[in-house]
């Protein structure tokens, strides 16, 4: 497509994407109460493992402090809610880029995407009171936790965010091969440096230093690079067999496809007259 069609398109998968998470932050302001209560209970373990005349407490420095962290919370919400709906329209992006029996796999796409991403962040709440405990731990005797609201809720959706999309990755390394982009081959013959990556990025992504944490989310995102790379091998073996089918076997990118040039199908010479 024309670039002005290109960014007509992304222009209006953003608003559809966009829509969506409005509509679920609205329901993610009502279920605000409960959430904040679930969010408080690692806190409050806290306090009550150190015993009477310890705190471990939200602390809202502002008057519109608890307003604004209700709306941040309520816009977090509504990017979980609305999964299903924004993963579809990054695929879907995609998806003029693609053959007609490829497009198919949008809603493939998306029904692996969702869950992955819910279960990285069902991980990442599993890790939370375990990342609380320990950061609390550094705590002088004696002294009082009064956490900024604000920076606690940050802490914790950055933490959900990172283990989610963290989880949703390879899927789009499966989108690249689909496009041509990214072969198995290359993917295969890279693992040491994918497996590094992982590492390091859940060395970096843990709130907390210990390694059981680290392999808590290095362990599943290695599987799912794998996993990955064995979805691109069957894609490029389908590839392979319809180009064999095709004749196109053995072409390089470059190389130009066979053109049948049998005398009956050779255009006839022109004319004294068109001459």
Same mark, same amino acid.
């Given at each position: ?67 604004? *962290?209700? /709306?941040?919370? +309520? ?9 299903? @709906?924004? &993963?579809?329209? $990054?695929? %879907? ?85 689909? *496009?041509? /982009?990214?072969? +198995? ?9 994918? @497996?590094? &990556?992982?590492? $390091?990025? %859940? ?73």
């Amino acid at each position: 497509m024309p670039l002005r069609e290109h960014l007509l398109e992304l222009r209006n998968r953003l608003l559809k994407a966009g829509l969506a998470i409005g509509l679920g932050a609205i329901a993610g302001w009502f279920i605000y109460d409960p959430l904040i209560t679930a969010l408080k209970e690692p806190l409050e373990a806290v306090a009550r493992q150190r015993g009477s005349g310890s705190l471990a407490e939200l602390n809202y420095g502002q008057v519109a402090s608890p307003f604004n *962290l209700k /709306i941040k919370l +309520a816009v977090y919400l509504g990017l979980v809610v609305a999964s299903p @709906v924004w &993963l579809y329209q $990054l695929w %879907a992006f995609v998806v003029p880029g693609l053959t007609r029996r490829e497009k198919r796999y949008a809603m493939g796409f998306v029904a692996a995407a969702v869950p992955l991403f819910l279960a990285g962040i069902g991980l990442a709440w599993m890790v939370l009171p375990n990342a609380v405990k320990f950061l609390t731990e550094f705590t002088p005797k004696g002294a009082a936790n009064l956490i900024n609201a604000d920076e606690y809720i940050t802490f914790v959706t950055q933490l959900e965010l990172a283990f989610g999309i963290a989880f949703v990755v390879p899927l789009f390394l499966v989108a690249l091969n689909m *496009l041509g /982009i990214l072969s +198995a081959l290359s993917m295969a013959k890279a693992w040491r440096i994918a @497996v590094f &990556l992982n590492f $390091l990025f %859940a060395a970096v992504a843990s709130p907390t230093p210990d390694a059981a944490t680290m392999l808590l989310l290095a362990f599943p995102m290695v599987g799912l690079y794998m996993l990955a790379v064995g979805v691109a091998w069957m894609n490029d073996r389908r590839r392979k067999q319809r180009d064999v089918a095709a004749g196109f076997a053995g072409l390089s990118d470059e190389e130009a496809s066979p053109l049948d040039l049998t005398p009956e199908r050779l255009p006839d010479p022109p004319s004294y007259d068109e001459l």
